[in-house]
């Protein structure tokens, strides 16, 4: 495994950019015409790639699969989990000009493949990297056919334990696997910001010592913000052209002002992380000699008088000597008389200490 990890023209790792993909899903309802209109929402927000989800519900769910309680709350009662992928399925025919838009938009084109049929065809389309789902996690067959494609991974680990993700990783890298992304993920619609548990990022980070990102189910996108401030490499959000759209993901996912604002929020915020060295930024030395001390008498004194610390006071600007330096005045004599209010300064001392 590797610390920084190639997709497309897009590199991911510690001090690099952090990688934006705005997860469309299953958000067009089946309709190609809403997923092209994703893409170009996505373009507008200036996102790095947009992400689509390919599968055969047959492979995907069994007959009496039932519904999550989201899935339920958004779809209502009736029908089964595989009805309702079957509404939401995008065929394959759809993908070449899928991933042609994408590259006019000046996007990456990313999908998470369910079953291996799947992914083959995700491969046989040269897409950069294959991302797998939380549910996937210990689908090891399926993590091992797509280890053989030999692109890099991105995997969500929502719902595991740090061993279950050893368990998936030691699997990858058996079959040679170099470059993995992991997602530190709550599967939760919505997820609580109280479940978040975002110091898990660098829990990921040190153990497998590859990039980690932050696959965000909450509501809005101020937990996407502190996981990059908290050093995720890449975050992942779903959104959609509208909340109010039929279907199970909807409702937890951003509205495209919302998607500008996230990724302008998680610029801004990467732009202040900076390099860690603590030193003078160049915006604050034009304001050091303004705001620093500098020792200015506080009292008159004779020829040689011993100065005392009470007769020197720190005061604006800094552009004499520093406070910082008072130890190698005290108990030096003036050379000659000085004034209160004057700046102190070398020529007012002896040559020598006594």
């Given at each position: 495994m590797t610390e920084y990890v190639s997709i497309a023209n897009a590199r991911l790792g510690p001090g690099e950019p952090?990688?934006?993909?705005a997860e469309a899903g299953v958000n067009h309802n089946g309709d190609l015409t809403l997923a092209h209109q994703m893409i170009d929402v996505a373009a507008e927000a200036k996102v790095d790639a947009i992400k689509f989800?390919?599968?055969?519900?047959?492979?995907?769910?069994?007959p009496d699969a039932p519904k999550a309680k989201y899935q339920i709350e958004n779809t209502g009662k009736g029908g089964s989990q595989l009805e309702m992928l079957r509404n939401l399925a995008l065929p394959h025919s759809s993908y070449s000009e899928l991933v042609q838009h994408t590259a006019e938009k000046n996007l990456?084109?990313?999908?998470?493949?369910?079953?291996?049929?799947?992914?083959?065809?995700?491969?046989?389309?040269?897409?950069?990297?294959?991302?797998?789902?939380?549910?996937?996690?210990?689908?090891?067959?399926?993590?091992?056919?797509?280890?053989?494609?030999?692109?890099?991974?991105?995997?969500s680990t929502g719902m595991a334990s740090l061993d279950r993700v050893e368990a998936a990783v030691?699997?990858?890298e058996s079959a040679g696997m170099p470059q993995l992304v992991l997602f530190h993920c709550v599967t939760s619609y919505p997820a609580h910001a109280a479940d978040c548990n975002l110091r898990a990022i660098e829990t990921l980070r040190t153990?497998?010592?590859?990039?980690?990102?932050?696959?965000?189910?909450?509501?809005?996108?101020?937990?996407?913000?502190?996981?990059?401030?908290?050093?995720?490499n890449a975050v992942e959000k779903h959104f959609t052209l509208d909340r109010g759209l039929p279907g199970p993901d909807h409702a937890a996912s951003l509205e495209p002002s919302e998607l500008v604002a996230m990724v302008k929020a998680i610029r801004r915020v990467e732009s202040a992380l900076g390099d860690g060295v603590k030193q003078p930024a160049a915006c604050e030395i034009a304001v050091a000699p303004v705001a620093y001390r500098s020792l200015f008498w506080s009292r008159d004194l004779r020829s040689g008088t011993k100065v005392t610390s009470g007769d020197l006071i720190a005061l604006r600007p800094g552009t004499g000597v520093s406070p910082e330096k008072i130890a190698l005045y005290v108990g030096r004599k003036v050379a000659g008389e000085v004034r209160k209010g004057k700046m102190l300064l070398e020529s007012d001392f002896a040559s020598e200490a006594e």
């Open positions: 952090t990688f934006i993909i989800q390919t599968f055969d519900p047959e492979s995907l769910a069994a990456i084109f990313l999908s998470t493949p369910f079953d291996m049929d799947s992914a083959t065809f995700l491969d046989n389309l040269e897409i950069p990297a294959f991302k797998i789902s939380s549910g996937d996690l210990t689908n090891h067959p399926l993590l091992l056919h797509i280890a053989k494609t030999g692109r890099p991974l991105l995997l030691s699997i990858l153990r497998f010592k590859v990039p980690v990102g932050w696959s965000d189910h909450t509501e809005g996108f101020d937990i996407s913000v502190a996981a990059v401030a908290l050093g995720a």
